[in-house]
């Protein structure tokens, strides 16, 4: 840290909204609509800010409820807003359970960055969403560097009352011994810091954390010197991926303009871990031990077991370079992703992208709709990827590929820096056993659609969702894509075959592959579709379809989608086997939301091939016109009974429920809702026959119904 040089950095925008193409429609990733996060400490009292992106309009709210803080935000697509929370969330009494948990809500996802600014010493992370928080942590920090200041630390929230968390410090800290487990008890919204300015040097590395609930985890230190010795130093924080995301396979690329290299730490996960750098084996680590390492040249980090990896930008007195210390986790390439928008951060002279794309979507894959020239790759080994190191202005930038890749957004000026992955996925593949790729042979007329699915498992035989499996085409229709695992753990790959032949499939996720084989034959279409059609009444959408002529149809399956969800079946209709006669058929999609769907149909022979048709426009239910409560059904009820409601813009909705002497005996809605058309259940098992009045409050508008429950 060299104050004397160091530009002040008053204004700190990051925007990574990964941007999947699609194809990958249940990835877990850093978007989400809820999150608890939490600052670490600096050297003195900081601004600490939370930056919110998304990509589509929204609004939620930021809460501190430790601190009676609670403020609305609103976000535009593609655009950032910036909440600016009190300085306390920042401070932190050692070793302690405090109540400085920040809680961030929106009715749409959304990604979330906290600021941790200090003149000279300043850091930033990406918030994890709650709903991709694990159990089990290791910390990977940096050693201090002196008693004075710099002391090495984590952080935990608490995202559940009552959770019961398990810490075995690396280092002895305070009364806390080396290797001795002790527990804190910890509620929603809580969080907890441990520092450590011990004798030099001193490393919180290595201290695993585990839980009965959910938790988050942050890690890094108030200021450190990278490597040892070297100044000057910064401040480091980043929010840890739980250990069942970790991986075992990385492609490295280092950072531009740095003449002596980066620093990199590579921490096991389990005992006996063996790691290769660059094809070259490394001494054998155990669980919580890392292996560091400076690297100068593009290369490759491979694993038997899961790793955890992070690269370090080097104080300047070590490269030769402008810019102090960053921490930056890098994601193994099965968490890539296929497209990313990413923002620069205002102070800095210079800033860089990083990007390791696969070979195939070299010379294709864009930089703000522009082809990245082959000429600023370079292959990475037999590895089957390339890297480059583009030099990018001021502002924000969209990369886009057909097939996943990494980015990585850093910058650098006089003795300072910062650096962030791009974006990533949040899959448990860490947790993964085996891929089971199906059907294993298949026959279907050459300009149909043709799919497989990939079922992945842990080692219990439990779906594992969000997993993406690459698949690989070789033979007649030679290509690639990929697809991320649904609830049931299937990722499901189609595409069409426009040649006669075979196809030899291969699907592949981290160190498992799985092949099958396709047939493409010139017969005629099982069954020929002469229309497929839809009509929208209210929420209600009518679906037709008529066929020319059918040969072995056992029936359809109707299947729809929006944009940021996977194909869900909705119900099967029967088909009429084999006839030359022209057949209509028909399906109602009821009670439908405000939004946009897609629809298909999956025709299915009685020996079990099928083919998809789909719709050939998108059906948009559009927002009501204005707010209405409808009278609930049935009525009288007995002991369950729907109410459905109506909001023509966003907003903060009540929904209560009195008895018929005006007493409130229940709250079936209580905060945020989208614009668009819902509906609650009121269940009666507790209460006494009767009349009950409901009310709804919304936005300018308040209206009461009667029921009447009858036991």
């Not at 400490?41 to 609004?59: A, G, H, K, R």
């Not at 202005?393 to 990494?406: I, K, Q, V, Y």
């Not at 294993?440 to 149909?448: D, F, H, L, M, V």
């Not at 894509?481 to 030899?504: H, K, L, M, P, Q």
């Amino acid at each position: 840290m060299n104050t004397s040089n160091k530009l002040l950095k008053l204004v700190f925008i990051l925007l990574f909204s990964l941007m999947a193409m699609g194809i990958s429609r249940a990835a877990l990733d850093s978007k989400g609509t809820d999150f608890w996060l939490m600052f670490d400490e600096n050297l003195q009292l900081p601004v600490s800010t939370l930056f919110i992106t998304s990509d589509v309009n929204t609004s939620g709210m930021v809460e501190v409820p430790g601190l009676a803080f609670s403020v609305p935000f609103n976000v535009t697509a593609n655009t950032v807003t910036s909440v600016v929370l009190p300085s306390a969330v920042a401070v932190h009494a050692n070793d302690a359970v405090e109540d400085l948990g920040i809680h961030v809500t929106s009715l749409q996802e959304v990604t979330v960055y906290g600021l941790n600014y200090r003149p000279f010493s300043t850091d930033a992370y990406l918030g994890l969403p709650t709903d991709i928080l694990g159990t089990d942590y290791i910390v990977l920090a940096y050693q201090n560097h002196t008693t004075v200041f710099g002391d090495v630390e984590f952080g935990i929230v608490a995202t559940q009352d009552n959770t019961t968390v398990t810490i075995t410090p690396s280092v002895t800290t305070g009364p806390r011994i080396a290797g001795v487990p002790y527990n804190i008890v910890m509620n929603q919204g809580q969080t907890y810091e441990l520092r450590n300015g011990g004798p030099t040097p001193t490393d919180l590395t290595g201290t695993t954390i585990t839980s009965d609930k959910p938790i988050g985890v942050t890690s890094g230190s108030e200021c450190a010197n990278i490597p040892t010795g070297y100044t000057f130093c910064d401040h480091l924080c980043e929010m840890l991926p739980p250990t069942s995301t970790w991986g075992k396979n990385f492609v490295t690329v280092p950072l531009a303009s740095r003449i002596n290299g980066d620093t990199w730490r590579i921490m096991a996960n389990q005992n006996s871990t063996n790691v290769s750098i660059g094809g070259v084996p490394q001494a054998p680590i155990n669980a919580g031990e890392y292996i560091e390492v400076v690297l100068t040249t593009q290369t490759t980090i491979n694993s038997d077991k899961p790793v955890l990896v992070c690269q370090y930008a080097n104080g300047s007195q070590f490269s030769g370079n402008p810019g102090d210390p960053f921490m930056m986790v890098i994601p193994p390439y099965e968490q890539y992703l296929a497209g990313y928008t990413l923002t620069t951060v205002s102070g800095y002279t210079v800033h860089y992208i990083n990007i390791v794309a696969p070979n195939s979507v070299v010379g294709t894959l864009t930089l703000d709709g522009v082809p990245v020239p082959i000429v600023e790759y370079t292959p990475i080994g037999a590895t089957g990827f390339s890297g480059a190191q583009l030099p990018i202005d001021t502002g924000s930038h969209t990369l886009a590929a057909t097939l996943p890749f990494g980015a990585f957004q850093y910058g650098f000026t006089t003795n300072d820096s910062y650096g962030y992955p791009g974006g990533l996925s949040l899959a448990p593949i860490a947790t993964v056993s085996s891929l089971d790729v199906t059907p294993e042979n298949a026959s279907n007329p050459i300009n149909t659609q043709h799919c497989v699915e990939g079922l992945v498992l842990d080692n219990f035989g439990t779906p594992v969702v969000g997993v993406r499996v690459d698949y690989l085409r070789l033979g007649a229709n030679p290509g690639a894509g990929f697809a991320n695992t649904n609830a049931s753990g299937i990722a499901e790959y189609c595409y069409t075959g426009t040649n006669a032949g075979v196809d030899t499939i291969i699907g592949s996720t981290g160190n498992l592959s799985d092949t099958v084989f396709k047939t493409w034959t010139d017969d005629p279409l099982p069954v020929e579709l002469a229309s497929f059609s839809s009509e929208i009444n209210g929420t209600e959408v009518t679906l037709n379809w008529t066929t020319s002529s059918e040969t072995n149809n056992s029936g359809f399956d109707i299947e729809r989608s929006t944009a940021n969800t996977e194909w869900t079946k909705l119900s099967n209709v029967t088909g009429n086997g084999t006839t030359t006669e022209p057949v209509s058929y028909s399906y109602v999609d009821k009670k439908l939301n405000s939004g946009t769907y897609n629809y298909r149909l999956k025709q299915i022979d009685y020996n079990g091939n099928f083919e998809y048709f789909n719709l050939s426009n998108e059906v948009v239910i559009e927002i009501p016109a204005e707010f209405t409560l409808s009278q609930n059904y049935p009525n009288p009820f007995n002991p369950v009974t729907k109410i459905d409601f109506r909001l023509p813009v966003d907003g903060k909705v009540k929904l209560s429920v009195y008895d018929i002497s005006g007493k409130l005996v229940s709250v079936l809605a209580n905060g945020f809702k989208t614009a668009g058309y819902h509906s609650v259940e009121f269940n009666g098992t507790n209460y006494s026959s009767g009349i009950y009045f409901y009310r709804l409050e919304a936005e300018k508008f308040s209206k009461v119904l009667k029921m009447t429950l009858i036991k």
